[in-house]
Every structure is written in structure tokens, then in C-alpha cells.
């Protein structure tokens, strides 16, 4: 990686990402993540449903930076590039729960917002939208707020009696 070429990892499950990320960094420095995945993959130990750890990547410490052209230009359209069909915000707010339960989360960033470039109406609605993000990532679910630490891992509770 130091003399300019693309590493190529092949492997059995997700967490060996964890070691070709670091490896990364430590050979190049700054390093961009495009995590894609169908399953979230933002377990930890205690929350994890296998207890496999190619679901708990995020037991490290966790950055999420989010692009709001990320969310379809009909939710949030007060962005530099806006597009349709993009995923919908309560998909967006479903990521950014399950981000929170991680309990890993160090740095957010939200960007691309332009309330310049649109009007009032269309202003209003992106910043509602990311109000949204923004309080699920901390914590705050549609049954109210609740710390990472005091939610409850439905994963863990006995089949049986329903008891932790």
C-alpha cells in the first residue's frame, strides 16, 4: 500500500474489515470508509443477537458522516444536489436508532444542507428532516428518549419467560 498499489482483501466475514481499515490507516494515514452491507453490522457484545463478531465492527469508536442527498429530494430538498428515490427518512432515522444502540458513536457530521438555494417551504422540511437525524443519532425514538445504556436488548431476553 506504501508504494501506491490497491490492496485487495478477500475474506470469510465482515470484521475482517476492521484489520484492512487499520492496516490502512496506518500505512496511508487518512482513510474514507464506504461501508455496504445489507445488515448494518452495528453490534457489540451486548448486543449482538449471534454473538459473532462479523456483526460488531462498530465496537470500535464510530464516525457517521452523513450527506442529507442522501435522503429523497421530496423529504429534504434544500441540498446542493438533490435526488429522487433516494432512501426515505424513516429509513435514514432507522440507521441513525441503530447507530445510537451501538453505544460507540465519537463524531457526527451532516452536510450538504443549502437553505439558500430553495425556498421556504422546501427550507423548512430539510431542516425538520435533519432535526430527525439529528435526535435519533443522540438517542431520541418516537416512545421518547432513552441513553444507550438504558435500552433494552430484546437479543438477550429468554425465550421463554421474556426475562432478561
Same mark, same amino acid.
Given at each position: 500500500m506504501k508504494d501506491g498499489r490497491v490492496c485487495v482483501t478477500l475474506g470469510g466475514d465482515h470484521s475482517l /474489515?476492521?484489520? *484492512?481499515? #487499520?492496516? &490502512?490507516? @496506518?500505512? !496511508?494515514?487518512? +482513510? =474514507? +470508509? %464506504?461501508?455496504? #452491507?445489507?445488515? *448494518? #453490522?452495528?453490534?457489540?457484545?451486548? *448486543? /449482538?443477537?449471534?454473538e459473532n463478531i462479523h456483526g460488531m465492527p462498530s465496537h470500535? *469508536? %464510530?464516525?457517521? /458522516?452523513?450527506?442529507?442527498?442522501?435522503?429523497?429530494? $421530496? @423529504?429534504a430538498p434544500s441540498t446542493i444536489a438533490p435526488v429522487r428515490g433516494e432512501m426515505s427518512l424513516r429509513e435514514d432515522i432507522q440507521v441513525m436508532e441503530q447507530t445510537h444502540r451501538t453505544g460507540c458513536l465519537s463524531t457526527v457530521d451532516l452536510v450538504e444542507v443549502n437553505p439558500n438555494i430553495k425556498d421556504k417551504r422546501d427550507v423548512h422540511l430539510t431542516i425538520q428532516? +435533519? @432535526?430527525? $437525524?439529528?435526535? =435519533?443519532?443522540?438517542? &431520541?425514538? !418516537? !416512545?421518547g428518549n432513552y441513553p444507550s445504556d438504558e435500552l433494552v436488548n430484546y437479543n438477550k431476553l429468554d425465550k421463554e419467560t421474556n426475562v432478561l
Open positions: /474489515s476492521i484489520g *484492512t481499515i #487499520d492496516g &490502512h490507516a @496506518e500505512a !496511508r494515514g487518512n +482513510v =474514507a +470508509v %464506504l461501508w455496504v #452491507d445489507f445488515h *448494518t #453490522d452495528l453490534n457489540t457484545a451486548d *448486543t /449482538s443477537p449471534t470500535l *469508536t %464510530l464516525h457517521v /458522516s452523513f450527506d442529507i442527498d442522501f435522503l429523497d429530494s $421530496l @423529504e428532516a +435533519v @432535526e430527525h $437525524l439529528l435526535q =435519533a443519532v443522540f438517542g &431520541h425514538q !418516537r !416512545r
